[in-house]
């Protein structure tokens, strides 16, 4: 039988297409149109009467009895000035910046380091270092075993207790890993070792440069789980004066006082010139959320080419 034998046939008037294959009613068009509208509607509507309410004063919150405002009648910037003036949120700010900073750099310096290793054949070790890296990947370390380590290294009531025990992770290391080994051709690393380029050299001029959108999203990671922060702060730093943001907001969510442990500033807050609590409350939240959502928008197009290429690749 050849394709010229093969013949289209009719559709039958009885026949009907599959539900997939139907064009959708103007009722069916009308109900998903409002469930995204509805969708959209209950996520952006708390975000903006965060920022709204953040912005409000303190004539407003009273009028509103102390609830979140969407439309703010008067504009006021006293939380914002209270945030940035320099106090224990301003420290808080900076130290979470800092962390974020700081800890992105050496995950991402650590990672790249030990993924090319893991990526080339013929690495000392590389089997069992990469079966270790997997077994903790499939099995996390509990609570308990992780607070002995980080006491037993003297990590405990130090900033460094925040960043060096979850420096690597091992899910952003076996992407990373994977998308060496599939996306970078493996004759360019050949002709850079005929010409004599070394291992440091090959990772420094062609890897990295032919990696930067998984680079991008992996540092986008590490970035987002640094700032966030909270559990790690509470569990190692109880001692220290400056906490991280997330730190700060919770207790100031629990709490009646504007900052957490601040006896002395307490006349501040209930002064008719300080900044109304629930303001600064939801500036405190906005000051959390802006920063990551910022730097989204600019990593979201490399997510398809970077995240699905090293991890089915892999």
Same mark, same amino acid.
């Given at each position: &039988?050849? %394709? ?10 009885? #026949? ?5 294959d ?8 009308f109900v998903?149109? $409002? ?5 959209? !509607?209950?996520?952006?509507?708390p ?8 912005f ?7 009028? $509103?009895?102390?609830?979140? +405002?969407?439309?703010p ?6 939380a /914002? ?5 320099? *106090?224990a949120? @301003?420290?808080?700010?900076?130290? %979470?910046?800092?962390l974020?900073? *700081? ?7 650590i ?10 054949? *013929?690495?000392?070790?590389?089997r ?7 077994? @903790? ?7 308990y ?11 405990? =009531?130090? /900033?460094?207790? +925040?960043?060096?025990?979850?420096? &690597? =992770?091992?899910? =952003? ?5 994977s998308?060496? &080994? =599939? ?5 360019? +690393? #050949?002709? $850079?070792k005929m010409?004599? !380029? ?7 001029k062609?890897? +990295?440069?032919m990696?930067? !959108? ?7 990671f590490?970035?987002v789980?640094?700032?966030n922060? /909270? ?24 709490s ?10 307490? !006349? ?16 405190v939240?906005v ?8 730097? /989204? ?6 997510? %398809?080419?970077?995240?699905?290429t090293?991890a089915?690749?892999?």
């Amino acid at each position: &039988m050849t %394709t010229t034998d093969i013949r289209i046939q009719p559709r039958r008037r009885g #026949d009907k297409r599959p539900s997939w294959d139907e064009e959708p009613s103007f009722l069916g068009k009308f109900v998903k149109a $409002a469930f995204l509208v509805c969708y959209a !509607a209950a996520i952006v509507l708390p975000i903006w009467a965060v920022v709204a309410t953040s912005f409000a004063s303190e004539e407003a919150l009273s009028r $509103a009895g102390g609830n979140l +405002l969407l439309i703010p009648t008067d504009v006021s910037l006293k939380a /914002y000035e209270e945030i940035f003036s320099g *106090g224990a949120l @301003t420290e808080s700010l900076l130290l %979470t910046m800092g962390l974020t900073l *700081g800890g992105t750099a050496i995950s991402m310096v650590i990672t790249i380091g030990a993924a090319y290793g893991l990526s080339r054949p *013929g690495t000392l070790l590389h089997r069992p270092l990469l079966m270790l890296v997997l077994f @903790t990947f499939l099995f996390a370390p509990g609570l308990y075993p992780s607070f002995l380590v980080v006491q037993s290294l003297g990590l405990f =009531n130090s /900033y460094w207790s +925040l960043i060096l025990p979850m420096a &690597m =992770n091992a899910f =952003n290391l076996i992407v990373l890993r994977s998308f060496f &080994m =599939n996306s970078v051709p493996g004759e360019l +690393l #050949d002709a $850079a070792k005929m010409d004599g !380029a070394g291992e440091f050299r090959t990772l420094f001029k062609i890897v +990295l440069p032919m990696s930067k !959108a998984i680079l991008a999203v992996i540092a986008l990671f590490y970035a987002v789980m640094y700032w966030n922060i /909270y559990f790690q702060a509470v569990l190692y730093i109880p001692s220290q004066d400056v906490q991280p943001i997330q730190v700060v907001l919770q207790r100031m969510l629990m709490s009646t006082q504007g900052l957490p442990g601040a006896a002395s500033q307490a !006349a501040q807050y209930q002064s008719t010139a300080a900044a109304p609590t629930a303001a600064l409350k939801m500036a405190v939240v906005v000051c959390t959320i802006i920063p990551i959502v910022i730097m /989204y928008p600019f990593i979201q197009k490399h997510f %398809t080419k970077a995240v699905i290429t090293g991890a089915i690749k892999g």
